[in-house]
Structures are given as C-alpha cells and as structure tokens.
Nanobody, 114 residues
Framework: VQLQASGGGSVQAGGSLRLSCVVSESLLSIHTLGWYRQALGKQREAVGVIIQSGTTHYADFVKGRFTISRDIAKNTLYLQMNSLEPEDTAVYYC?????????WGQGTEVTVSS
C-alpha cells in the first residue's frame, strides 16, 4: 500500500487546512486509515483514525476541531482541521493498513502562527 499526503501549509491561528492522502488501493480493502503528527522535538502522536465501517476516533487534543473523512471513489483520506492553534504545528502523516501490516505516507508540514 502506498500513501501520498498533501495539503500542508502555513496558516494563522484560528484558520483551517484540509490535508489529503491518496491511497494506492481501494479504501474498502484497508481496515484502518488515520493521521499522526510529529512536532519538532516531540514523539509522533495519533490524531485520529477511521476504520473500515466508517467509524472515527480522535485524540483528546482534537477537541472537535478536526474531522477525518474518506472518499472511497477517489481512494482518498482527508483531515479537515479547523480552529488551528500554534500547538498544532507539526508534520502530519497518514497511515493505513490492516493488522499487522501498516504503511506510512510521507509527511506534510503544517505551520500555525499566532
């Protein structure tokens, strides 16, 4: 499985960005898709996931600001990020797979200025 993330950029606090992740296989063949992020000097952390059924789960820090969705026809995963805060500055990675095999996309950088 190959994943290609895009959509990062620089925004001011309170702004929005939508990240995309194009997947090389049908999303219906992949059990779990998700987003992680890694800020400079910090460990990579999960942002949220969407499982095959369409159910989503988010990290507590999302606080209702982010939404994960998918377009099955386009083999694309999305991360809509609203009300961005400087603390959201990080490289964002998409991930997909079915246990025990998971695959990472390359990161896309998000910078939020105050």
């Amino acid at each position: 499985v190959q994943l290609q993330a895009s959509g990062g950029g620089s925004v001011q606090a309170g702004g929005s960005l939508r990240l995309s992740c194009v997947v090389s296989e049908s999303l219906l063949s992949i059990h779990t898709l998700g987003w992680y992020r890694q800020a400079l000097g910090k460990q990579r952390e999960a942002v949220g996931v969407i499982i095959q059924s369409g159910t989503t789960h988010y990290a507590d820090f999302v606080k209702g600001r982010f939404t994960i969705s998918r377009d099955i026809a386009k083999n694309t995963l999305y991360l809509q990020m609203n009300s961005l805060e400087p603390e959201d500055t990080a490289v964002y990675y998409c991930i997909g797979g079915s246990s025990p095999n998971y695959y990472w996309g390359q990161g896309t950088e998000v910078t939020v200025s105050s």
